[in-house]
Nanobody, 123 residues
Framework: QVQLVESGGGLVQAGGSLRLSCAAS????????ISWFRQAPGKEREFVSG????????VYEEFAQGRFTISRDNAKNTVYLQMNSLKPEDTAVYYC????????????????WGQGTQVTVSS
């Protein structure tokens, strides 16, 4: 099974940027997709963005399109989420997750999850 560890969260003012990292270990990832989800207080966990490891193909939720960029570093087994132009509504705990095959938007299809990293955007 894949083990995932997120880092990079923090407090930032509206309009600022953060880069989240998701370090993966435990097995080869060539046939996996790594995605970012987020969960705000009182809300359901929602898909943010995902990347298919072997092809680099990416998927973005509409709110992330144009502001967030997902990427991977094969040598470091790490997936990044660069978040720009952050808004207070981006405040949430961000999780990375691994699923076999392609990127899917449904959280229940992910087999491994990190512990989450808090992102807080002040107005």
């Amino acid at each position: 099974q894949v083990q995932l560890v997120e880092s990079g969260g923090g407090l930032v003012q509206a309009g600022g940027s953060l880069r989240l990292s998701c370090a993966a270990s435990g097995r080869t990832f060539s046939n996996y997709a790594i995605s970012w989800f987020r969960q705000a207080p009182g809300k359901e966990r929602e898909f943010v963005s995902g990347i298919r490891w072997n092809t680099g193909a990416t998927v973005y939720e509409e709110f992330a399109q144009g502001r967030f960029t997902i990427s991977r570093d094969n040598a470091k087994n790490t997936v990044y989420l660069q978040m720009n132009s952050l808004k207070p509504e981006d405040t949430a705990v961000y999780y990375c997750a691994a699923a076999a095959g392609r990127v899917v938007l449904t959280s229940t299809q992910y087999e491994s999850w990190g512990q989450g990293t808090q992102v807080t955007v002040s107005s």
